[in-house]
Structure formats: C-alpha cells, structure tokens
C-alpha cells in the first residue's frame, strides 16, 4: 500500500544558493578554542535534522522573505555558525587547547563563509511521500523511513567536515527548504557533530520556529564559552597526568579503546581516526612523550553494508509495560523498584539492547560466553552544573559489558546496569577525572568508548527530552522529524513523538532503527520478541 511506496527520487531541483549572515553583524572578531569533550567529536561527522511540515494556512509563515529573516535575525544570538573552524597551532606544553588535533571556531569577521541557505521545490506532494503519524504509528507501527532517499533534501554545498576531511574557509551551517506541489515543506539543518549534540541542534531550531510563527521576538541568548566545560578538569595545567585520576577513569564507565593502536583491518571510515594528527609527524621522536599504545578495537565482525533506516513506534501503554517489567527486581517484588530508580528510558533501551542482540545473532543464536556492549552519550550540562543554553557537544559516551546471555534473559539486570552506569558515570569526582585525563591525551580523538567492530554492541542516542516532535513553524506540529546523526549504522536514535502528555513516555515514543540490510530483514521477521510487552 501508500505505507511501501518506493520512491527511487524526488526530482528535486535547487535555485542557486543564498549566503546569510545576521541582520547586525558583530565588529568583534572571537576566536574560540573547543572544548575538551568537543575536540574528541571532530570525527563525528554531520548532524542533520530534517522537519517535514504540512501546509499551513498562513502562506506568510514558509514564505522565503518570513524563513530567511527569522534566521537572519536569529544568527544575531548564534553567530557561531557563519564562522569557520581551523586547526589549533600546536605549541608542546602549551596546554590542553594546544595539543595536536586541537581547534578552534573563529567567526565575526569579514571573510566569515556564513550560513548556506538554499531553495529547493520537489514536484511531489509532501502527504504522498511521507505518510501522516496515525498511518506510522497505526497498524505494528513500523515503517521504512528511507523508502524515499530523504538524504536528497540535505543541502550539497561543501561544509566543514562533510567527507570527515575537508574543513578550510568551508561553512559551518546548511539549511535546505524544499517546497513540495501541496504547500507542505520540509527544512533541513545540518552541522558538523563537534558544535553540535542533540540539546544545541534542537535548541537552534526550536529558537528559529518560535520567530518564524511570531510566538517569539527575541530570543534569550546562548552561552558560547567552550572553556567553562575545560574548568570542570581536575588540575586542568597540570603539566603530567595525574595517576590517581587515571586509576579513577580505569575504574569508571568510560572504557577507553585506542584507534591509534587498531590501525590494522580499520574500515575506511576510520582510518583518519586511527592516524597520529599530521602536527604530530616530525614531532614523534623528539619533543613529546607518547602515552603507549592502549587497548586496540577488534574490526573482525565490523559491519560496512549501507545501512537502512526503520521507524518503530511505541505506544505510551507499551513503554510503560516495559518499565513495569523492568523494574520488577529479580525477586519479582514490585515495590523495590525505586531503590533502582529505573527510569522509562532505562527500561526501553534495556529492551531495545536485547531485540538488537537478538538481530544481530541470526536465526540460531546461541549468546553462551559471548559478552555485549551498550553504548551511549549522557549530557553534561545538567551533571556540571552548566547553562542549558550552552551549546556545542557536551556529553561523553559512557558504556556498560555484561553477559550477552543476560542481556536476553533479564530486562531488569540489563536496565539496571544502564542505571548504575549512568549513576557512576555522572559522579562529580568520575567526571572531573575523566576532564582531567582526556585533556591531557596527546591528542583529543585519540579514544573510543566502544570497539566499532565488537558483534554485539548496541549504541542508542536519546533525543527524547527535547521536545523535538512539539516545535512549531507556524500553527501546526510538524508531519515527521528526521535526525541522522554520525556514522549511520553504528547508531540508532530515539525520538519522542509530541503530544499533551507532560512526559515524552505519555505520549509515545519513536526508534530510528539502522541496520544493514540481511539484519533489518532478521528484525522484521522477528516481531514477536520486539512486541512482547504490546497488549
């Protein structure tokens, strides 16, 4: 039917590209080091998010002139993004902002790039090719999110970072309308990850929708100071690395693989990340002392196939399920759940890590003595007490290995060990030492908090509390939201879906599935484990 209609393309056709800049446009050049945790995501590649909208009533509203002077007016308060970035100069000792593969964000000057605002139109209507949230989340509420190639509405301009490599005098924004023949629109924002987790993008554009539909004039303003989040380091200058720090780290939730030792068999998306910076060259001998080689990655069951893109929505009834079964403990009293504080989140990744095991596994899987990783990104921002209106990309990735047999059998020990991870892992002491040591690795992108080519691991990012799905352009919420963010097939993101209820899990919630190909069709076959908690 309509739900598996496959679009080969969209036949876009794009005007020629706009360069904008703020209507007051700063005198003041800045130049601004990233920060530590920012540093570590210059290899994250783009995040982009995608807003389809419904035609509104008010064709003011998706009016090129009312969508390009919001923005306009917006940079004023993120400047930011019409500068470029550029490498650090590395000066030995001269610090963490100094080291090999360091940057920095310059903007407010003359030759800024700007942002990239292009027109697009699309001969299609907008209500043919993505199908209205009671068709996604009707019916066992799973549907290909790529049946038509959506990546045709992301702006093709060259911008910093786009192929992982390029960077110099490039953008750092990009925004692409296409304007479908029903009037409905769909807006694409896209930014390198290392200025960008999912609290700043979605704070940019929830800022941009409140100007443009006139509920907002003014937008308060947002904290650019990479360096609040360096003064967080134990003993950030010191001049060698603390050992107890380091023990402290060993022993927390930030396991640390070392890409410089795994070049051997790495995919190429990776080789880059598993070089010493080109500042390091000539200097390897002489002036600095290496830390050794630390723990390598293991590429041997590295899955390279292009990934496709499913949405599986959960119903509010059905995450509460989950959580209910969660947090009965292992003695299947349901008072004692609060001692665990298991959250609904807790519970529904806890859930998710299983079914995504099980995927991976095939037909006749046996999990006896196989280990299992769960990955993912926790904000830090509310942890150390910073603005919520800092951008950049404040979180580390935390992980948890357990018995991939347990991962199967026990919702509530898997749910559980997510808790205890993001507990210790948010601990003052933990994060300072983690600062600590990270500012002082020879070079920021040097770790990894997963082994990319273990079998089983399973990496989720939440974008549940950001309000994503309620932002409003103009008088409606939008048709469908759609985030990629990083590497495609290593990350599955978890969107709320919008709604009156005062939390995300009232209203429901929506995965974004990646998989390769042979594991999406193990998924699909395999619904009866997904929906176990479905009434």
């Not at 598996?4 to 700063?26: A, G, M, Q, T, Y």
Request: hydrophobic share 35%.
């Amino acid at each position: 039917g309509f739900m598996d209609k496959v679009w080969e393309s969209l036949n876009i056709e794009r005007s020629p590209h706009e360069i904008l800049f703020p209507i007051v446009r700063s005198a003041k050049e800045q130049r601004l080091p990233l920060s530590i945790i920012d540093n570590a995501m210059i290899a994250g590649g783009m995040v982009s998010v995608t807003y389809f909208l419904d035609p509104e009533d008010d064709e003011m509203i998706f009016s090129q002139e009312n969508l390009t002077s919001t923005l306009r007016q917006l940079l004023e308060v993120y400047p930011h993004y019409c500068g470029t970035i550029e490498p650090q100069e590395f000066i030995p000792n001269g610090g963490p902002s100094h080291r090999p593969g360091c940057w920095a964000i310059r903007f407010g000057s003359s030759t800024d790039p700007g942002v990239i605002y292009q027109e697009a139109t699309c001969p299609h209507r907008l209500c043919d090719i993505i199908p209205s949230p009671a068709e996604r989340y009707g019916g066992d509420g799973i549907w290909n999110a790529r049946n038509a190639p959506l990546e045709q509405l992301r702006n093709i301009v060259p911008q910093a970072f786009w192929n992982y490599v390029d960077y110099i005098n490039l953008p750092l924004m990009a925004v692409q309308v296409t304007r479908f023949q029903d009037d409905g629109i769909a807006i694409n924002v896209q930014s390198p990850h290392c200025l960008n987790d999912a609290r700043t993008m979605c704070m940019f554009i929830r800022d941009w929708a409140n100007l443009c539909s006139h509920r907002l004039q003014h937008i308060e303003p947002i904290v650019i100071q990479p360096d609040l989040l360096d003064q967080k380091a134990f003993n950030l200058n010191s001049r060698k690395i603390n050992p107890l720090q380091l023990e402290i780290v060993e022993k927390s939730p930030m396991t640390r693989y070392d890409y410089w030792a795994s070049e051997e068999g790495a995919p190429a998306v990776f080789q880059m990340a598993c070089r010493p910076p080109f500042q390091l060259e000539n200097q390897l001998e002489n002036q600095l002392e290496i830390e050794p080689y630390g723990k390598p990655m293991n590429w041997r069951d590295y899955d390279s196939s292009t990934s496709v893109v499913y949405n599986v929505y959960f119903s509010p009834q059905e995450i509460q399920s989950i959580w209910e079964a969660a947090s009965q403990s292992s003695h299947g009293d349901s008072n004692s759940h609060n001692s665990h504080g298991i959250s609904h989140l807790d519970a529904l990744m806890a859930h998710l890590w299983a079914v995504h095991d099980r995927v991976t596994a095939g037909k006749n899987f046996n999990f006896q003595d196989e280990i299992s990783t769960f990955g993912f990104p926790i904000n830090l921002r509310p942890r150390l007490n910073l603005s919520d209106r800092m951008i950049g990309s404040p979180g580390i990735p935390v992980s948890k290995t357990i018995p991939a047999q347990t991962v199967q059998d026990s919702i509530g020990e898997a749910a559980r060990a997510i808790r205890q991870t993001i507990r210790e892992a948010s601990d003052p002491t933990n994060l300072a030492a983690y600062l600590h040591v990270a500012s002082h690795d020879t070079t920021p992108s040097r770790y990894s908090f997963i082994s990319w080519g273990q079998r089983y691991k399973t990496v989720i990012s939440s974008w549940v509390d950001q309000g994503l799905a309620n932002v409003q352009f103009g008088r409606k919420k939008p048709r469908y939201v759609d985030a990629v963010s990083v590497r495609m097939n290593l990350l599955n993101i978890c969107l709320d879906v919008g709604g009156d209820g005062s939390k995300w899990h009232e209203n429901g919630a929506c995965l974004h599935l990646q998989l390769s190909k042979d594991k999406m069709e193990e998924f699909l076959s395999n619904k009866e484990f997904l929906r176990r908690y479905k009434k």
